[in-house]
């Protein structure tokens, strides 16, 4: 109770709580755990869209006409990798392995700035980044929401998610903006370290996140204290019972498949015109920044003023 006492009294965290709940309800208690939801998910989306635009140049590196069989490794890839996240996930506290899955693609970045500056064969770098960058940003998105679930009770979520969201949707924007600045000066392998200082500061977040989790106690009698703690449990192939058993799961997979196809057509056309367009790598990487940044830019617009009045 000091914490929480200590928490109420910060003339800091009073003043950000007298600004917040101008447009959202939220608790006195819940400011620390908000801000550093924030962060985390900002960071996190940044320093995805600052090598989103390297990966799709260094796809073209690998050529376009080889594009379909990045999309196949990297779906071989996630075939071998979802069945082991799966056990880690059943067998250990994920506020435990959550810092370390960042830290294992913190290491991986290193691993690619270091092959980048080295003169070998580019192409097969090109091709394995082209990969690697995809299965990234499936896993850590991912892993963001499910520790999200950990700490915060349904009550809060309806609350606050949507805004936590928006600071993704911020790191959406600034990233492929910092790459679009950047990369035609320091170089497409030095934004690799500048992703790796968001990432980062990710795990920063993380590790305040359960320490706010462990200190505050949260008024909800529903809500499991020790979430994070305790393993999910289950098998490796339960989803896949899970989804064969629904109607409704199917029907989300038959609309993701739809969906990834189309989507999938389309970026090959893109590559095409980027490719016979612009001939260097930092070119090419600075015209998919800004492709990013205004997609991202209206996909905000739009949720702020069309989809809700659509909902």
């Given at each position: 109770?000091?914490?929480?006492?200590?928490?109420?009294?910060?003339?800091?965290?009073?003043?950000?709580?007298?600004?917040?709940?101008?447009?959202?309800?939220?608790?006195?208690?819940?400011?620390?755990?908000?801000?550093?939801?924030?962060?985390?998910?900002?960071?996190?989306?940044?320093?995805?869209?600052?090598?989103?635009?390297?990966?799709?140049?260094?796809?073209?590196t690998g050529g376009v006409e080889n594009l379909q069989w990045l999309f196949t490794g990297t779906f071989i890839v996630m075939l071998a990798a979802i069945p082991l996240f799966?056990?880690?996930?059943?067998?250990?506290?994920?506020?435990?392995?959550?810092?370390?899955?960042?830290?294992?693609?913190?290491?991986?970045?290193?691993?690619?700035?270091?092959?980048?500056?080295?003169?070998?064969?580019?192409?097969?770098?090109?091709?394995?980044?082209?990969?690697?960058?995809?299965?990234?940003?499936?896993?850590?998105?991912?892993?963001?929401?499910?520790?999200?679930a950990d700490i915060y009770s349904n009550e809060q979520a309806k609350r606050l998610f949507p805004v936590i969201a928006t600071g993704g949707t911020s790191g959406a924007i600034?990233?492929?903006?910092?790459?679009?600045?950047?990369?035609?000066?320091?170089?497409?392998?030095?934004?690799?370290?500048?992703?790796?200082?968001?990432?980062?500061?990710?795990?920063?977040?993380?590790?305040?996140?359960?320490?706010?989790?462990?200190?505050?106690?949260?008024?909800?009698?529903?809500?499991?204290?020790?979430?994070?703690?305790?393993?999910?449990?289950?098998?490796?192939?339960?989803?896949?019972?899970?989804?064969?058993?629904?109607?409704?799961?199917?029907?989300?997979?038959?609309?993701?498949?739809?969906?990834?196809?189309?989507?999938?057509?389309?970026?090959?056309?893109?590559?095409?015109?980027?490719?016979?367009?612009?001939?260097?790598?930092?070119?090419?990487?600075?015209?998919?920044?800004?492709?990013?940044?205004?997609?991202?830019?209206?996909?905000?617009?739009?949720?702020?003023?069309?989809?809700?009045?659509?909902?």
């Amino acid at each position: 109770m000091t914490n929480n006492s200590t928490e109420q009294n910060s003339p800091a965290l009073a003043g950000i709580h007298g600004l917040l709940s101008k447009a959202i309800q939220i608790n006195p208690l819940e400011i620390r755990a908000f801000i550093w939801s924030f962060l985390y998910f900002f960071s996190l989306l940044c320093g995805y869209y600052i090598i989103r635009p390297v990966r799709d140049a260094l796809g073209i590196t690998g050529g376009v006409e080889n594009l379909q069989w990045l999309f196949t490794g990297t779906f071989i890839v996630m075939l071998a990798a979802i069945p082991l996240f799966g056990w880690i996930t059943s067998n250990y506290p994920r506020r435990k392995f959550v810092p370390y899955v960042y830290y294992f693609f913190i290491s991986n970045l290193l691993l690619f700035f270091i092959l980048l500056k080295l003169d070998i064969n580019q192409v097969y770098i090109a091709r394995a980044f082209f990969i690697w960058a995809s299965v990234f940003n499936l896993f850590v998105v991912s892993v963001f929401w499910s520790f999200m679930a950990d700490i915060y009770s349904n009550e809060q979520a309806k609350r606050l998610f949507p805004v936590i969201a928006t600071g993704g949707t911020s790191g959406a924007i600034i990233g492929p903006l910092l790459t679009a600045s950047l990369v035609t000066t320091v170089g497409t392998g030095n934004l690799l370290l500048l992703s790796v200082g968001f990432l980062i500061i990710a795990t920063i977040c993380i590790r305040k996140l359960g320490n706010w989790q462990e200190e505050t106690e949260i008024p909800n009698e529903t809500k499991n204290k020790s979430a994070s703690d305790e393993v999910m449990g289950g098998g490796i192939f339960d989803g896949v019972k899970l989804v064969l058993s629904s109607p409704y799961l199917l029907a989300i997979c038959l609309f993701m498949v739809f969906l990834t196809t189309l989507v999938t057509f389309l970026y090959f056309q893109q590559a095409e015109i980027v490719r016979d367009s612009f001939a260097s790598r930092e070119e090419r990487t600075a015209v998919f920044a800004v492709i990013d940044f205004v997609v991202n830019s209206l996909t905000l617009i739009l949720q702020l003023f069309v989809t809700g009045r659509l909902l």
